[in-house]
Structures are given as structure tokens and as C-alpha cells.
């Protein structure tokens, strides 16, 4: 089966640093991903990691260690609008279905 | 270019009736995927398909949810008879092939079962 762990909530002030942590149980890997959704809103595509190592693109960083079947999101530069819930999820095979973890909201103070 | 359609964005409706929930995917794209979110259970995958065909129905909770894909432009997931307990956000997403394509979802469906 497929499992995912991330923390359910985390609190951080405008402008810092945070990262949210993932860590994954799969019978195969074939990626994780990171998906943003506001409140009310759809999950959107933030990242992608294949690889081990980080990936950046603009304010928001990804890592995986594929080793210790772990990753995070890492968003720099907070700003109030980054306050959403942010989820992992995993594939087990190029074809296999995508699973998601249960959430970590992310609350912003000013 | 539009994104994933579904309809109606809100049903209310009675315990015992039939709800049809319709999907759009965007075009081109030959994986489409329906899950169910509630804040107990997060994000559930239902059932996804690729090119049309159910590839996994494992998530489907039970025989009263039923889901079809007639052709590579629609998909429906019908629940009959609907229960209180079925009231959720049910979201229809799809991407285009396997791998690290990303999901791209549509803005849910709400129902709510009374």
C-alpha cells in the first residue's frame, strides 16, 4: 500500500522561511509531488521531484531523499497569500494511481 | 486553453437519491482521475482512468458509487441511493499520460446529502 505522513498544521510570520515536511511509504516510487489549495478553492501544481536533491522554482523549493523516502516543501519570502493547505503525494509507478497526504495548513501571522 | 469542467459546482439533495456528477477533462489529456475530500478523511482517490478505461477502482466505497468514461471529453460518477454521509467535495482531475505529468483539477462539485 501507500501512506503518507506531513504535519497537519504549521504557523509562521510574513517574510520568514518554512518548510513542510513528507515522508512516504510506497510499494514503488515514481515521484512526489507538492500541491497547494486555498480554502474553497481546487489543489494546484507547485512541484516535482523524481530525483533526489532540491528543486526550485521562484519562492518555493522541493527535496526528496529518495533513501529515506522523504521530502519537503520549502517556501521562502512568506507572504500572507501563501496561507493555503499544502499536500504531498506520491505515485507508485508511471501508471499507478496518485495518493495524496492528508494536509498541512499553513497559517501566516503578519 | 480551459481548464478541467465539472457540473454543478453545488447539488443539494435528498437522502435516496440519485446524483450524477459530470466531468470535462482538458483536451488531450488521457488520464482522468475523481476524488472525494471531507476534512476527516483529506483527499480520497475514487477511481481514475486511463484512455477511458478504469484502471483503479480500489477508493469506490461502495457498490452505490459507479463511475463511466464513454468517451476521451466526459466522465460521470453517479451515487445512487445517496446518503448524508456522502456529502463532500468531490473534485474530477486529469494530466496528460503517466509519470510526472501533474494533475490539473477542476473546482469540485459540493454536495451535500441531507
Known amino acids: 500500500g501507500q501512506s503518507l505522513e506531513q504535519p497537519s498544521e504549521v504557523t509562521a510570520v510574513e517574510g520568514a522561511i518554512v518548510q513542510i515536511n513528507c515522508t512516504y511509504q510506497?510499494?514503488?516510487?515514481?515521484?512526489l509531488s507538492w500541491y497547494q489549495q486555498h480554502d474553497g478553492g481546487a489543489p494546484t501544481f507547485l512541484s516535482y521531484?523524481?530525483?533526489?536533491g532540491l528543486e526550485e522554482t521562484g519562492r518555493f523549493s522541493s527535496f526528496l531523499s529518495r533513501s529515506d523516502s522523504y521530502g519537503y516543501l520549502l517556501l521562502q519570502e512568506l507572504q500572507m497569500k501563501d496561507s493555503a493547505s499544502y499536500f504531498c503525494?506520491?505515485?507508485?509507478?508511471?501508471?499507478?494511481?496518485?495518493?495524496f497526504g492528508s494536509g498541512t495548513r499553513l497559517s501566516i501571522r503578519p | 486553453d480551459a481548464g478541467v469542467i465539472q457540473s454543478p459546482r453545488h447539488e443539494v439533495t435528498e437522502m435516496g437519491q440519485e446524483v450524477t456528477l459530470r466531468c470535462k477533462p482538458i483536451?488531450?489529456?488521457?488520464?482522468l482521475f475523481w476524488y472525494r475530500q471531507t476534512m476527516m478523511r483529506g483527499l480520497e482517490l475514487l477511481i481514475y482512468?486511463?484512455?477511458?478505461?478504469?484502471?483503479?477502482d480500489s477508493g469506490m466505497p461502495e457498490d452505490r458509487f459507479s463511475a463511466k468514461m464513454p468517451n476521451a471529453s466526459f466522465s460521470t460518477l453517479k451515487i445512487q441511493p445517496s446518503e448524508p454521509r456522502d456529502s463532500a467535495v468531490y473534485f474530477c482531475?486529469?494530466?496528460?499520460?503517466?509519470?510526472?505529468?501533474?494533475?490539473?483539477f477542476g473546482n469540485g462539485t459540493r454536495l451535500t446529502v441531507t
Open positions: 482531475a486529469s494530466s496528460r499520460g503517466a509519470g510526472n505529468s501533474p494533475l490539473h
Open positions: 483536451s488531450g489529456h488521457n488520464s
Open positions: 521531484n523524481a530525483l533526489d
Open positions: 482512468f486511463n484512455n477511458n478505461v478504469p484502471i483503479d
Open positions: 503525494a506520491v505515485r507508485g509507478s508511471s501508471a499507478s494511481k496518485i495518493i
Open positions: 510506497t510499494s514503488g516510487f515514481y515521484g
